[in-house]
């Protein structure tokens, strides 16, 4: 499986950025699929995740603000960030995962300046 991340920048704060992962190597429909982030000093942190049956979660300092989706017929998840923060930045990397696997993308910076 590899995850091909892209969508990352620089914007100012309350602008807005649309990442994307492309999965490929396996049945995409098979897997959940997320974005975690993490800045130098923390740990990594779930952001979002949608499962195969498209029941989604996020963490609580992006609720109302990110939204996550897949497309099927894509191969590919998107996060949808809006409204951002300078807290938002960080590297965000991409996930997919089912019972046994896991895999991760390559990293996208993130940057909210003020």
């Known amino acids: 499986v590899q995850l091909q991340a892209s969508g990352g920048g620089t914007v100012q704060t309350g602008g807005s950025l649309r990442l994307s992962c492309v999965f490929s190597g396996s049945n995409f429909d098979w897997y959940s699929v997320g974005w975690f982030r993490q800045t130098p000093g923390k740990e990594r942190e779930l952001v979002a995740r949608?499962?195969?049956?498209?029941?989604?979660n996020y963490a609580d300092s992006v609720k109302g603000r990110f939204t996550i989706s897949r497309d099927s017929a894509k191969n590919t998840v998107f996060l949808q960030m809006n409204s951002l923060k300078p807290e938002d930045t960080a590297v965000y990397s991409c996930?997919?995962?089912?019972?046994?696997?896991?895999?991760w993308g390559q990293g996208t910076q993130v940057t909210v300046s003020s």
């Open positions: 996930h997919a995962e089912r019972i046994g696997e896991m895999f």
């Open positions: 949608v499962t195969t049956s498209g029941r989604t």
